[in-house]
């Protein structure tokens, strides 16, 4: 079997990922296999006849193979599962059956007492703003939730549970909520900076637990905002969120 | 154009390579992978990487034909069109050499492959970036500690003399603020949840309490994106700078990623200036908009506002209704095309060129299922735990001290025999998914034809950059202000400035300030 330059290689080892590492060795073995039957000779046929030789229907194969063994892949753009719902895993935690009982839960999020409140996670600050905002949880997590806001407006005092750190999911309603959770990303995300050039209060990479949908919450805008350099330093600057009426 | 495979040649090759690579880490690791519910944003990253190898060093050759990279990055300094920050600043070297990083850790490519490409792709890169920030004298941003002061003194004072003044609160300042956050966000989902269409550079010096910020919003019109044509019809304006004056405030942090970060932190109450003004390669450096009086300005942000409303309205519908593969296409154009701009600015814009998915790339497609992308990316700029990025247990990389390196240098080995190859070879046909680009051209002329905009790019040189202008840089001004000379090359900016127009070259920032409103 011919060898790659890349089959000796002193210091790297598997990927992080047991994904890519499937992936990865699997296209590693149409090279070797196509540069075998094309003579063997690298510089003859890695800008050449390597084009021809190595085809999309090779990489289909790739993947294939995965989904073979039994694998379905997670999604992140909602239109991934609905083309192909057979690859991708069940979505859940978007129509109206499943919101209401749906909840994000963080292992991480400090829940518990908090004076007369009830602390139910926590976030990075995005800007400070006077007074902490306090308002009705409602999730958006689709694109058919986004356009459903779209034709009908988004519900007065609003604070959005949102799990998508960008800032185009809810381009068209984003300055329409009182406030946003977001379960991801950093302050330094698009959807953080898209919160502060709007003036709506926000929380990033917020880790919480148990808010339904309809649940009352307040959260600490008042607090510091966490800057690039704690990122960088991994200092631990967090605002609270909290409970202060469910829904039921 | 092949430059010498020497010894020193391939250090300095490498030594850029190096350099973005502690830059590009640093800007990932304070953020995090970006994914969408609306875009398979790692997918078409990916994708984007690929086009990118098997396509930059032909085009760039080609944009080179026409116009040097010295030339290109010298007009740069006069507009702010995409390509040149983010485009060549980072996005140029970093798709590129990710492309390669990847194609490397698949076995498809070799680190000894296509070394002629890499060499000039990293030299173009060299030769841009070091004209575009002639004025500050660095190579990148890091280099200025992560600032960028590409302006000169004579376009710096026309900026500042002509700021009108705000306070929140008042209509100006909710204006410019509801116009930047609009813009913002459309300019989010125009690049399909990239932030390239939106950039900063500065800040510039004011007074003793205050400094100014230059913000840019590009491609925001019907011009090279097919999912502009009709939804985007009604926006006037490719390209929108808005010059801003804060006070009370330190801008520490302007990096090539469009963030700005100050110290104490900039609220809306630190705004206390605002300017608007369009531009391209066809203009005359900086157009004025709505600048006449200060009612005229409210009203231009107001209407700007409108318009790019209607517009993210009705391009978040269409993309909504996008498949997969569309969506796919959109993004890697978006990312590979960030340096397009460089062919509009010589003139060999080819649709086919930037807006088309390269064969060679586009035969690893059915790979960039959602999960696949995500880890892939997330290793590949994250984690650096693909095998190629793996160094000796000795090594400590800069920001995380791990034994990791983001991209593979050119081994030093094939000066003393081991075989390489030089190209990847010429620009392939592309396919794409999206509708056919309509023939229309948002410009600071109007709109045009692409026909008439390669020509009418071709036929023009910026005042500024004529032959007797252009090497008359500041450290000449210092020592010939008052001139004829300089007056001259200062009445070039000065010409549409309302309280500028004929003051010379002599004013300093102080005088520049007596005469502001």
């Known amino acids: ?248 | 154009m092949a430059l010498p495979l020497t010894y020193g040649q391939l250090l300095e090759t490498n030594n850029l390579i190096q350099q973005n690579v502690d830059e590009s880490y640093w800007l990932c690791v304070t953020r995090t992978v970006q994914e969408s519910k609306l875009f398979p944003v790692p997918s078409y990253m990916m994708l984007s990487y690929l086009m990118a190898f098997y396509r930059y060093p032909s085009l760039l050759r080609k944009i080179e034909t026409r116009m040097s990279a010295e030339e290109l990055g010298d007009r740069s300094r006069e507009m702010a069109m995409k390509h040149r920050a983010p485009g060549v600043s980072w996005g140029l070297p970093n798709f590129y050499l990710l492309g390669r990083e990847w194609l490397i850790n698949l076995g498809v490519i070799k680190p000894t492959d296509a070394i002629e490409d890499v060499m000039y792709v990293m030299d173009f890169w060299k030769r841009f970036q070091l004209a575009l920030y002639r004025n500050d004298g660095h190579m990148s941003r890091v280099q200025y500690g992560h600032r960028a002061q590409i302006l000169s003194e004579r376009q710096a004072q026309v900026f500042h003399s002509d700021l009108y003044a705000c306070a929140e609160g008042d209509e100006l300042h909710e204006a410019a603020h509801a116009f930047m956050a609009s813009a913002s966000q459309y300019g989010f989902l125009i690049s399909c949840e990239s932030r390239i269409s939106l950039h900063n550079h500065g800040p510039y010096k004011l007074t003793d309490n205050s400094e100014m910020i230059v913000r840019d919003f590009m491609d925001l019109a019907e011009s090279d994106f097919p999912w502009l044509d009709g939804v985007a019809e009604g926006v006037e304006y490719n390209n929108i700078t808005v010059t801003m004056a804060a006070k009370d405030c330190h801008f520490y942090l302007v990096d090539d990623w469009g963030s700005f970060e100050a110290e104490p932190e900039f609220t809306a109450e630190k705004l206390v200036g605002v300017g608007l003004y369009t531009s391209d390669n066809l203009s005359e450096g900086y157009v004025p908009l709505g600048m006449e009086s200060r009612e005229s300005l409210i009203a231009m942000f107001r209407k700007l506002d409108g318009q790019v409303k209607e517009a993210m309205n009705n391009l978040w519908k269409r993309i909504a209704g996008y498949s997969r593969d569309q969506m796919l296409d959109a993004g890697a154009i978006t990312y590979f095309g960030i340096v397009k701009d460089l062919a509009h600015v010589a003139g060999v814009y080819d649709v086919d060129d930037w807006m088309k998915v390269d064969e060679r790339a586009e035969r690893f497609r059915p790979l960039l299922n959602d999960e696949y992308g995500r880890d892939v990316l997330g290793e590949l700029v994250g984690l650096l735990s693909n095998p190629s990025q793996k160094l000796s247990d000795y090594s400590m990389m800069m920001h995380s001290n791990a034994p990791t390196r983001m991209y593979t240098p050119i081994p030093y080995s094939v000066l003393s025999g081991e075989g390489y190859t030089p190209t990847c070879g010429p620009v392939y046909p592309g396919v794409t998914n999206l509708p056919e680009k309509k023939d229309v051209y948002t410009t600071t002329r109007g709109k045009m034809s692409l026909a008439q905009y390669n020509k009418a790019s071709q036929d023009f040189t910026p005042a500024a950059v004529a032959p007797e202008n252009r090497f008359l840089c500041d450290t000449w001004v210092k020592y010939n202000a008052g001139s004829d000379k300089a007056d001259a090359l200062y009445a070039i900016s000065q010409g549409t400035s309302r309280k500028l127009s004929g003051k010379g070259s002599t004013l300093s920032r102080q005088d520049v300030e007596a005469l502001r409103d």
């Not at chain 1, 979505?91 to 994000?104: L, Q």
């Not at chain 1, 007369?116 to 999730?139: F, H, K, M, S």
């Not at chain 1, 917020?206 to 919450?217: E, F, L, P």
Request: aromatic residues 8%.
């Open chain 1, 1 to 248: 079997m011919v060898k790659l330059y890349v089959d000796s290689d002193k210091f790297g080892d598997a990927n992080a990922s047991p994904t890519v590492d499937a992936f990865h060795a699997a296209v590693k073995e149409i090279v070797r296999t196509k540069l075998a039957a094309s003579g063997g000779h690298w510089d003859s046929f890695v800008f050449d006849k390597s084009y021809a030789l190595i085809t999309a229907e090779d990489m289909a194969g790739v993947e294939k193979m995965m989904l073979d063994a039994g694998h379905l892949f997670d999604w992140s753009a909602a239109i991934s599962p609905q083309e192909r719902p057979d690859v991708y895993k069940p979505i859940e935690g978007v129509s109206d059956a499943d919101m209401a009982k749906f909840s994000f839960e963080h292992e991480d999020a400090v829940t518990g007492p908090d004076g007369n409140l009830e602390q139910r996670g926590q976030g990075d600050n995005v800007a400070r703003y006077p007074t902490d905002c306090e308002g009705i949880a409602r999730y958006v997590r689709s694109p058919m939730q986004v356009m459903k806001f779209l034709e009908e407006g988004v519900p007065d005092n609003t604070i959005a549970i949102i799990d998508d750190s960008g800032g185009t999911l809810t381009a068209p309603i984003l300055d329409q909520f009182k406030g946003v959770i977001c379960a991801g990303g950093s302050t330094r995300s698009h959807l953080g900076i898209l919160t502060r050039e709007y003036g709506v209060p926000c929380l990033m990479n917020a880790k919480i637990s148990g808010i339904r949908q309809g649940d009352t919450v307040r959260f600490e805008c008042t607090a510091d905002p966490k800057t690039a350099a704690d990122y960088q330093k991994n200092v631990d600057r967090t605002a609270k969120v909290w409970r202060v009426a469910s829904a039921d």
